[in-house]
């Protein structure tokens, strides 16, 4: 056959025999292949998919196959089609037929970069940014749309927003004009700043929005809790809404956040609230007297038992128990205490009959009750008794939102304990307290701030009035931060000094004294 009606063909065209030899090769093929491509050479690696070469498979099959993305030796990428070359039922060999694609390539992969790169922009913003049909249906959402509704609702895409917000599209402010409205998502209703964008392309909308923290402040004096976090509020108002229940509740939360000031806000919701609320700490009684503290005793029934005496359990008869630390109850403790919750009655040591008291129990631990359970140092019978209503109270360090709040709160109170005329906190010091991580929570921040009140001079708080380890926990932080970021720099620019200080946005001559400083060399 007369190949040279390919020379001129647009398409780059090889003919193979079945001995992977070229026999023909246009002009075109030569421009895509480059140099080397020579009728009655090889055909060997001119393709990526010469390593498993169909031309046997293209023999067997009697038809050819087509692979849309092959690279060339000299890094093009095509489209080639391998087809049969028979004559009279005899099969010569192969015609490959391929088109230079590298373009098409280039451009859908800019595309999928550019794909990835808005990705990343859209999840790195804290806003919610959710793109729907005319309808209102979701078609794409970023990370933060998830949290922002509450991660536990599972995929939002595909529902109408109407079911996770509780409004329609109709029902949203007008294009461009951000509006503060309430949306109601599974996290219950909450305050949001609204934008809605109309999309030119295709039609539909972007909506993007955050929520608005309002400050939650319980409305009893006595029990001011105070918080902005979206968490906490969502566990005060489970709270508000298993209090008036008789069910037994178990708090769980670091030290300092609160756990006792919640057992009493809960007992003050319940219809108990006149009656007693009676505490005991379970980690701060001597293991032989706790049975006779919590049960009480009768006369005589150990030496030093000179009268009857009744335990917690009676005193909070009609009220609330609140049993704090309760991952300290030791084991036999555990028994008697659950056959009370079981039975409603008990006896006190050296008593015969047993008594019986209606009271509500609230339990308080800073342990993971459910880790001792598995360790066998609590049980898990009790455990279930007791966390019939779980609740958590966050870490200080995970809703620093509440630090400006609780801060003035404390101002106030020990202002007026102390009778000092002290107007605030210098920024710098709010800094400070906001970079600070509270490892005591709450309770660590009350005590700062009564102890700068009580030194305090003048008539702001500064951050000289700050205890030395809040102050000096900050600069090590920010040496940590900043000797780690001058690190990280150097790493990326291949030690090259003139580069980390690009990177860093800051002047050569800064990172010098500043590496000095650091003793890196
Ligand atoms: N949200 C809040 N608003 C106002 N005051 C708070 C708040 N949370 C805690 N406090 C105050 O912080 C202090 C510590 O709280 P509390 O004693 O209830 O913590 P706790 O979790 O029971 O601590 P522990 O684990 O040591 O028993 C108390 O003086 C309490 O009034
Ligand atoms: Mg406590």
């Given at each position: 056959?007369?190949?040279?009606?390919?020379?001129?063909?647009?398409?780059?065209?090889?003919?193979?025999?079945?001995?992977?030899?070229?026999?023909?090769?246009?002009?075109?093929?030569?421009?895509?292949?480059?140099?080397?491509?020579?009728?009655?050479?090889?055909?060997?690696?001119?393709?990526?998919?010469?390593?498993?070469?169909?031309?046997?498979?293209?023999?067997?099959?009697?038809?050819?196959?087509?692979?849309?993305?092959?690279?060339?030796?000299?890094?093009?990428?095509?489209?080639?089609?391998?087809?049969p070359n028979a004559e009279g039922?005899?099969?010569?060999?192969?015609?490959?037929?391929?088109?230079?694609?590298?373009?098409?390539?280039?451009?859908?992969?800019?595309?999928?970069?550019?794909?990835?790169?808005?990705?990343?922009?859209?999840?790195?913003?804290?806003?919610?940014?959710?793109?729907?049909?005319?309808?209102?249906?979701?078609?794409?959402?970023?990370?933060?749309?998830?949290?922002?509704?509450?991660?536990?609702?599972?995929?939002?895409?595909?529902?109408?927003?109407?079911?996770?917000?509780?409004?329609?599209?109709?029902?949203?402010?007008?294009?461009?004009?951000?509006?503060?409205?309430?949306?109601?998502?599974?996290?219950?209703?909450?305050?949001?700043?609204?934008?809605?964008?109309?999309?030119?392309?295709?039609?539909?909308?972007?909506?993007?929005?955050?929520?608005?923290?309002?400050?939650?402040?319980?409305?009893?004096?006595?029990?001011?809790?105070?918080?902005?976090?979206?968490?906490?509020?969502?566990?005060?108002?489970?709270?508000?809404?298993?209090?008036?229940?008789?069910?037994?509740?178990?708090?769980?939360?670091?030290?300092?956040?609160?756990?006792?000031?919640?057992?009493?806000?809960?007992?003050?919701?319940?219809?108990?609230?006149?009656?007693?609320?009676?505490?005991?700490?379970?980690?701060?009684?001597?293991?032989?007297?706790?049975?006779?503290?919590?049960?009480?005793?009768?006369?005589?029934?150990?030496?030093?038992?000179?009268?009857?005496?009744?335990?917690?359990?009676e005193l909070a008869d009609g009220?609330?128990?609140?049993?704090?630390?309760?991952?300290?109850?030791?084991?036999?403790?555990?028994?008697?205490?659950?056959?009370?919750?079981?039975?409603?009655?008990?006896?006190?040591?050296?008593?015969?009959?047993?008594?019986?008291?209606?009271?509500?129990?609230?339990?308080?631990?800073?342990?993971?009750?459910?880790?001792?359970?598995?360790?066998?140092?609590?049980?898990?019978?009790?455990?279930?008794?007791?966390?019939?209503?779980?609740?958590?109270?966050?870490?200080?360090?995970?809703?620093?939102?509440?630090?400006?709040?609780?801060?003035?709160?404390?101002?106030?109170?020990?202002?007026?304990?102390?009778?000092?005329?002290?107007?605030?906190?210098?920024?710098?010091?709010?800094?400070?307290?906001?970079?600070?991580?509270?490892?005591?929570?709450?309770?660590?921040?009350?005590?700062?701030?009564?102890?700068?009140?009580?030194?305090?001079?003048?008539?702001?708080?500064?951050?000289?009035?700050?205890?030395?380890?809040?102050?000096?926990?900050?600069?090590?932080?920010?040496?940590?931060?900043?000797?780690?970021?001058?690190?990280?720099?150097?790493?990326?620019a291949k030690g090259n000094k003139?580069?980390?200080?690009?990177?860093?946005?800051?002047?050569?001559?800064?990172?010098?004294?500043?590496?000095?400083?650091?003793?890196?060399?």
């Amino acid at each position: 056959m007369d190949f040279r009606i390919f020379d001129n063909f647009f398409d780059g065209i090889l003919v193979i025999n079945k001995e992977r030899k070229i026999i023909y090769a246009n002009e075109k093929a030569r421009e895509i292949l480059g140099e080397g491509v020579k009728e009655g050479g090889s055909c060997y690696g001119l393709f990526s998919i010469c390593k498993n070469c169909p031309l046997e498979l293209v023999e067997e099959e009697g038809k050819g196959v087509q692979v849309y993305d092959v690279i060339t030796k000299n890094g093009k990428h095509v489209c080639l089609s391998m087809s049969p070359n028979a004559e009279g039922g005899k099969f010569l060999g192969v015609v490959e037929v391929f088109r230079d694609v590298s373009r098409v390539i280039h451009y859908m992969e800019e595309v999928k970069r550019q794909k990835e790169f808005v990705e990343v922009i859209l999840n790195s913003i804290v806003e919610a940014v959710i793109v729907t049909d005319e309808n209102g249906n979701i078609l794409e959402h970023n990370s933060s749309a998830k949290k922002v509704l509450c991660s536990e609702v599972g995929e939002i895409k595909g529902k109408n927003i109407k079911e996770v917000i509780g409004l329609s599209i109709q029902e949203l402010p007008s294009e461009g004009e951000r509006v503060d409205l309430y949306v109601r998502t599974p996290c219950g209703k909450q305050k949001a700043s609204v934008l809605v964008s109309r999309l030119t392309v295709g039609g539909g909308y972007v909506l993007s929005f955050y929520v608005v923290p309002e400050l939650f402040i319980t409305e009893k004096e006595e029990f001011k809790i105070i918080t902005k976090s979206p968490k906490f509020i969502r566990v005060l108002e489970k709270i508000k809404s298993v209090a008036e229940l008789d069910v037994n509740i178990l708090i769980t939360g670091e030290t300092g956040t609160g756990k006792t000031l919640l057992a009493r806000y809960i007992h003050l919701l319940s219809p108990r609230r006149e009656n007693p609320f009676i505490k005991i700490n379970c980690g701060a009684i001597p293991e032989n007297l706790l049975e006779a503290e919590l049960f009480g005793y009768n006369k005589g029934a150990f030496t030093g038992a000179v009268r009857n005496k009744p335990g917690k359990v009676e005193l909070a008869d009609g009220g609330t128990l609140f049993l704090d630390e309760i991952g300290e109850l030791p084991l036999h403790l555990q028994v008697k205490l659950l056959h009370f919750i079981q039975e409603k009655e008990f006896e006190r040591i050296g008593d015969l009959k047993p008594r019986k008291v209606d009271v509500r129990i609230v339990a308080a631990t800073n342990k993971n009750l459910k880790k001792l359970v598995e360790e066998g140092r609590f049980r898990e019978d009790l455990y279930y008794r007791l966390n019939v209503v779980n609740v958590e109270i966050p870490p200080l360090r995970e809703r620093k939102e509440d630090i400006p709040h609780l801060v003035d709160y404390f101002l106030k109170k020990f202002t007026r304990k102390y009778g000092k005329r002290i107007e605030g906190i210098t920024p710098g010091a709010m800094r400070i307290l906001l970079s600070y991580d509270y490892p005591g929570n709450v309770r660590e921040l009350e005590n700062i701030i009564e102890s700068c009140v009580v030194i305090c001079e003048g008539s702001l708080i500064t951050e000289n009035d700050l205890p030395e380890d809040v102050k000096s926990c900050n600069i090590r932080n920010k040496e940590i931060g900043e000797k780690e970021r001058i690190l990280e720099a150097l790493r990326k620019a291949k030690g090259n000094k003139s580069l980390a200080a690009k990177l860093l946005g800051i002047h050569r001559t800064t990172l010098w004294r500043k590496l000095k400083e650091y003793g890196i060399s």
